[in-house]
T-cell receptor, first 115, second 115 residues
């Protein structure tokens, strides 16, 4: 058990809809990272928050947004969903701002299926 | 997005055999990480490497940080059925496009072990 909790485990929704994925980092970790994993693209970094502030953006679509709350949990919001958004979405946490010398610990992911 | 060249893409071996996989890049990295992902779970850190030439073991697993800092290798000795999974390498660039450091991921090596 990595200590990172993600909910829900599975999500099935229709195109055009909006969903929210939730992540609770390991106790004491201030950084939260969001990744998208699909079969042909591997793990794609979306966004990183540290102690409530956005630190880095990766390949995140404008239809997607995230935030980290004062209690350090994070939410990833996906809107105007398209079929191609179907994927596993992982949250990972680490204690430090940049992750250097403190590797990421991943949750078990949310499997999103857009129909 | 940027990715590492991870090979082989998949392996099917007999129990007891040794396994080797590697990641290469044209870029220089200051950190190499090896993760394993089992079905329905998030990636779990196996080995972290922080210095060029470093050789680190974790049980039957051994990983090396290449001298050129552009590659890394993971070896598994005397494989067992529970070694099944997808193994990912991830590297942290010395310098990347943004003002932050983010991990660059390989596409994974899928390992199947025949008992």
């Amino acid at each position: 058990d990595s200590g990172v909790t993600q909910t829900p485990k599975h999500l099935i929704t229709a195109t055009g809809q909006r969903v929210t994925l939730r992540c609770s980092p390991r106790s004491g970790d201030l950084s939260v990272y969001w990744y998208q994993q699909s079969l042909d693209q591997g793990l794609q970094f979306l966004i990183h928050y540290y102690n409530g502030e956005e630190r880095a953006k990766g390949n995140i679509l404008e239809r997607f947004s995230a935030q980290q709350f004062p209690d350090l949990h994070s939410e990833l919001n996906l809107s105007s969903l398209e079929l191609g958004d179907s994927a596993l979405y992982f949250c990972a946490s680490s204690p430090h701002r940049d992750g250097l010398n403190s590797p990421l610990h991943f949750g078990n992911g949310t499997r999103l299926t857009v129909t | 997005g940027q990715q590492l060249n991870q090979s082989p893409q998949s392996m099917f071996i007999q129990e007891g055999e040794d396994v080797s996989m590697n990641c290469t890049s044209s870029s220089i990295f200051n950190t190499w990480l090896w993760y394993k992902q089992e079905p329905g779970e998030g990636p779990v850190l196996l080995i972290a490497l922080y210095k060029a030439g470093e050789l680190t073991s974790n049980g039957r697993l051994t990983a090396q940080f290449g001298i050129t800092r552009k590659d890394s290798f993971l070896n598994i000795s005397a494989s067992i059925p529970s070694d099944v999974g997808i193994y990912f390498c991830a590297g942290q660039l010395v310098r990347n496009a943004g003002n932050n450091r983010k991990l660059i991921w390989g596409l994974g090596t899928s390992l199947a072990v025949n008992p």
